[in-house]
């Protein structure tokens, strides 16, 4: 009882709070007592049996997910447009602040103080506006509606919580959730997650990985049966940079990639940020796929992406759309022509930036910070990230890696697929190509991207070498299960219902003039 009435004054100052990084550093201190509190409901689960110690423990867990993130697109949905706009304004003045911090030595003093000066102006502004608004306190997850949803989905949801001593891992499947305590396993992740860094380290010791792969598989409590289709993964901590998919869940003593037993072989796996998001992500449109495609290459530049330009081809020859290539995929271009797409694939140079850089996107004519993101306005079914490292950057437990991923959700997209660390241009467009293909005969985000890593592995024409896990599993998906409703084509059913018309009258004609005739005769 006293833990829950800290939660609800951090609470209280976390609505007063405006900028993300204030946000994030106060619900970062916050899992603290989260922890201490989960470890709490543990005990008296052990001790009593209740199931609803543990189902305490996850919804607890569930408040330290993604809370800023959460709370920007519950902001933005009801937020007048005047409040909308001085966050704006906020925002850029923020990345202004960022551009001039990254100058080091030869940045300006007097133009970071006057863009904090007008920050806090701003920052007064809004409170004057927030004081006119009910603040509503945030509903709990509906755990009945998330038992019906994984079950509509054919789905298990799994999800981590990273503390300071141990990890817990939720298991919620069957209507029924349920709790290990993990003892930390640091060195073995971080090994693992290490070999991932250079493509050689993996494909100069296979027996390394599958061992080494093998033992996160079994530390990770990871469910051996495979009772349903989809695995959802919330995962916390550095297990967002971990690729589920490839963990071994069977060693053996084989060099061929093809022929190692992985997580990818029992499940297709999804991830997301939070088991909220998952629970009330929004439909798919039911409309014709249009794609905004932005392909810079850099031809004849350090940067050429030549492989990029089989990725433009393969999605050509799959949908229609809007393409910008070379010198028009610049920053201008994909702002003016982003709304209304329904999946937005930019082929382009990412990085994960570092502790001074945020990370950021390269468009043809600028590179652009993650943070310069959040003010687009974006509702397509998907964005597609075939970049280097969009899916890493600054890493804070709960809230996840401050990436160029992020940037996008925060201006509305709810399903990506982007990559976990530096990926090969040749490999890359060889999964693109099934991933379309997939997407074309209309399966599931989730399940495309999983039967593009396994066509990908069956591929003749790609070697073993280029089948090491480096090169398959660095792209993860984080968004929904839902499959998009086929297209109907209404004018083929109105030509056929009027082919159908005109023969019955030809038909009728003929009969009448048949009988008019044997009435002469």
Known sequence: KSYELSFKIEEMIQSLLVYEN?????????????????????????????????????????????????????????????????????????????????????ANISKINEAVKKQNELMLLLKTKQNKTDQKKSAELDLAKLYDKLKKDNAVLLEYFFGSHCIYNFILENKKITLHKIETADKELLSFIGLFKDPSAIAN?????????????QKLQIPEVEKHKNLILVPDGILSFL????????????????KMHYLLDKFDVSYNNSAELYLNTNPLSNGKKNILGLFPIFEKTNYELPFSKNELQSIKHNFDGQFFENKNADFSNFKNSAIGKSIIHLSTHASSGDLETPASIKFYDQEVLFSELYNLQ????????????TGIGKLY?????????????????QNLLFSLWNVNDYTTSVF???????????????????????????DENVPNAKKSPYYWSAFVYYGT???????????????????????????????NGKSSRNSQN
């Open 205 to 217: 010791n296979p027996k390394k990985y599958n061992a080494l792969g093998n033992k996160v598989y």
């Open 397 to 413: 437990k709960g809230e996840g890696a401050l990436s160029v991923a992020r940037g996008f959700q925060f201006a509305g997209a």
């Open 243 to 258: 690729p589920f998919e490839a963990l071994i869940s069977e060693t053996s003593n084989t060099t061929n990639f093809t």
């Open 22 to 106: 204030s946000k994030i550093i106060t619900q970062v201190r916050n899992r603290n007592r989260t922890e201490k509190c989960i470890e709490i409901y543990l005990s008296l689960f052990e001790r009593e049996r209740k199931m609803n110690y543990i189902e305490s423990a996850f919804l607890l867990s569930e408040q330290t997910k993604s809370v800023v993130l959460k709370k920007h697109l519950k902001n933005i949905e009801t937020i007048s447009r005047e409040e909308k706009l001085i966050l704006q304004q906020l925002q850029n003045w923020n990345t202004a602040i960022l551009k001039e911090q990254q100058k080091l030595e030869a």
């Open 481 to 511: 299960l839902e499959k998009p409703e086929k297209q109907t084509n209404y004018m083929l059913y109105i030509i056929s219902f009027l082919a159908i018309i005109g023969l019955f009258l030809v038909f009728n004609h003929y009969r």
């Open 378 to 389: 974006l509702n397509p079914d998907l964005v597609v990230l075939s970049a280097c490292e």
């Open 432 to 458: 693109m190509d099934y991933f379309y293909k997939e997407v074309k005969h209309n399966s599931s985000f989730a399940q495309a991207t999983a039967n593009a890593k396994r066509e990908f592995l069956k």
